[in-house]
């Protein structure tokens, strides 16, 4: 077991080549992870690797280490972007919470349907 004074020794000594974690579970590397995976750095304790089962490529504790060419794949109307927040320009370092850059009076809050809040300071209180 794991414990808060030698985690980072079993970490230090854990598992960090995708060949090794595949050897050391007696499976074929060519079958089961992607071949770009096979340089992938990774860092897998070997506590951790004993609790996965021998020969089996579709065990759970392996998949949550293991790159598979499954990751590789793009599901249809995945984006990097789903907010399209890459549109929006920044803010200017001049405007305040809920101020549009574009606000005629700097430190003028407009709200929807009430009147406008005047700021005095740069902070509200909370």
Known sequence: MITASNWQRELSEGITHTGELLEALGLP????????????????????VARMRRGDPADPLLRQV????????TAPGYTLDPLGETLLKP??????????????????IVRPHEEPFVMVGSSRAS
């Open 29 to 48: 590397g060519t079958t089961v992870a992607d071949r770009g995976a096979l340089n992938f750095p990774l860092r897998v304790p070997r506590s951790f």
């Open 66 to 73: 293991l790159p598979v060419p499954a990751e590789r794949s």
């Open 91 to 108: 803010l200017e370092q001049t405007s305040t919470p809920n101020q549009p850059p574009d606000a005629p009076c700097p430190g003028k």
